[in-house]
């Protein structure tokens, strides 16, 4: 299992999260919509880890797991943060999602992986 694509993945996941909750405060009217701004500038910073994690992994893999660690992390804070709700069929999607990148970061000939 190879921990520095996902740590490339974690790394673009914390901008989405963070950008995304400042996008939902400023919907809820909470922040200004200066803030906004902001948000985007966040957002430039992803291509620069893309291109680093590129010398990693294959664009499949960093693409998938920043998807996946994104979908991840985001779930997370709309529930703790926010206060957003989930069923169990979302929580089982959730799982699964966290079982994929496990699996992505395998190498086709690792043994141990599987």
Known sequence: MKFLPIAFAAGMASIDAVALSIMKKVSQ???????????????????LLIWKALSYESMIV????????SDVIVTLVG??????????????GVAL????????T?????????
Do not use: H, T
Not at 97 to 104: E, P, Q, R, S, T
């Open 29 to 47: 009217k909470s922040l200004s919509p200066m803030f906004a701004i902001g948000s985007m500038m966040l957002y430039a910073l992803q291509p």
């Open 62 to 69: 960093v693409n998938f797991l920043w998807d996946l660690v």
């Open 79 to 92: 529930v703790f943060y926010f206060g957003e709700v989930l069923g169990y069929r979302k929580w089982l």
């Open 97 to 104: 999602g966290i079982v994929a990148m496990y699996f992505i």
């Open 106 to 114: 395998c190498d086709d000939g690792e043994v141990a992986c599987v």
